[in-house]
T-cell receptor
Framework: QKEVEQNSGPLSVPEGAIASLNCTYSDRGSQSFFWYRQYSGKSPELIMFIYSNGDKEDGRFTAQLNKASQYVSLLIRDSQPSDSATYLCAGGRGSNTGKLIFGQGTTLQVKP | GAGVSQSPSNKVTEKGKDVELRCDPISGHTALYWYRQSLGQGLEFLIYFQGNSAPDKSGLPSDRFSAERTGGSVSTLTIQRTQQEDSAVYLC????????????FGPGTRLTVT
């Protein structure tokens, strides 16, 4: 079992729709979670991080964390073709203690 | 401000040669991380520095891989006697020592071993 699991997709949504990206993790010691966006041939770009149970909103993005269910999600509202990319979920043990464990990523396609 | 920089952006080397990859973190970031991403693979942790010390080297795949950091800033990842399976994109990230510890990535070095 991988420590951080994501559905590889592709997830295809029409322009303007809500895209829902999901991630589960196995390490109950994980305290902090990060969503990165990676365009083809580019390095990962941080979109959001979340440490506490519940929702965290930033513009069109909402991250959700449920530690009891070991589940993290990212919602993208009003999806645009420019959102088409691979989205990486990562978990860490919190504080400045080092490595992040990444999922394999979900490919999102937003169709005009 | 300036982000994480890495050099070279691309490196092609022959099997058996040594290579050095360089990372310059965001100014003021005390933590530095090396990851690699192979075709079809996820991001794989290699090593973490806090200042000049490496508290976690658990991801280094073999003793052919080593890394150092000097002056709490620039880091070099060295791969000795390169093998074809070392071909990957090597990514460096840095983070602040004060919360919330999010890691910012450089553009990466694409290493091809022929």
């Amino acid at each position: 079992q991988k420590e951080v699991e994501q559905n590889s997709g592709p997830l295809s949504v029409p322009e303007g729709a809500i895209a829902s990206l999901n991630c589960t993790y196995s390490d109950r010691g994980s305290q902090s979670f990060f969503w990165y966006r990676q365009y083809s041939g580019k390095s990962p770009e941080l979109i959001m991080f979340i440490y506490s149970n519940g929702d965290k909103e930033d513009g069109r993005f909402t991250a959700q964390l449920n530690k009891a269910s070991q589940y993290v999600s990212l919602l993208i509202r009003d999806s645009q073709p420019s959102d088409s990319a691979t989205y990486l979920c990562a978990g860490g043990r919190g504080s400045n203690t080092g490595k992040l464990i990444f999922g394999q990523g979900t490919t999102l396609q937003v169709k005009p | 401000g300036a982000g994480v920089s890495q050099s070279p952006s691309n490196k092609v080397t022959e099997k058996g040669k040594d290579v050095e990859l360089r990372c310059d973190p965001i100014s003021g970031h005390t933590a530095l991380y090396w990851y690699r991403q192979s075709l079809g693979q996820g991001l794989e942790f290699l090593i973490y520095f806090q200042g000049n010390s490496a508290p976690d080297k658990s991801g280094l795949p073999s003793d052919r891989f080593s890394a150092e950091r000097t002056g709490g800033s620039v880091s070099t990842l060295t791969i000795q006697r390169t093998q074809q399976e070392d071909s990957a994109v090597y990514l460096c990230a840095s983070s602040s020592s004060n919360g919330p510890y999010e890691q910012y990535f450089g553009p990466g070095t694409r290493l091809t071993v022929t």
